[in-house]
């Protein structure tokens, strides 16, 4: 596991470093707010687990134009259980908006499991108009900011 975590945070420092911002400025880091695991909680029961119930991943994307602040709320996202901090990095590049999530463990201690966490954070100076939004490379979806400024989205 702890390899796995070192290749992880690796990779996250290979994405951020080949990453370029919208005025070609590398990502910037900004602050993560994120609950409890859920696994933990009482609402997610052992029988629920056992019966391969999940929390279902989505995104929930806020943008004020005001303020050119896009705020996204990322619910149920898999992370290791041990971890003592979230950080995320974010850009935007020609129309790619790219969050990377990655997690931090206090001594390198991750430990072999995984849970869902809801977590958020708020990307900076985002114009409005059209955009991929690209979380983790994994979660990639289409928004346009003049037209709509909350959007949900959820992966099958």
């Known amino acids: ?7 992880l945070t690796a990779l996250t420092l290979v994405l951020i470093s080949c990453d370029s911002g919208q005025d070609g400025d590398s990502a910037a880091s900004i602050p993560v707010v994120f609950g409890e695991c859920k696994n933990s909680l009482e609402s ?7 019966a391969g119930e999940t929390f279902p991943e ?11 602040i896009l705020k996204i709320e990322h619910q149920n996202a898999v992370f290791n259980c041990c971890i003592a901090d979230l950080a995320a990095y974010a ?5 790619i908006i790219t969050v990377t999530e ?3 463990f ?24 059209e955009y991929t939004v690209n979380i983790n490379n994994t979660i990639q979806f289409k928004i346009n900011l003049s037209e709509q400024s909350t959007v949900t989205y959820c992966p099958d």
């Open 1 to 7: 596991m702890k390899l796995s975590a070192l290749l």
């Open 102 to 104: 990655s997690e931090i």
């Open 44 to 50: 997610y029961s052992a029988a629920a687990a056992e």
């Open 91 to 95: 850009s935007i590049d020609t129309g």
């Open 58 to 68: 989505c995104v929930i994307v806020n943008y004020d134009g005001d303020t050119g």
């Open 106 to 129: 206090e001594n390198d201690a991750a430990c072999n499991c995984v849970c869902p966490y809801d977590i958020s954070y708020e990307v900076p100076d985002v114009d409005t108009g």
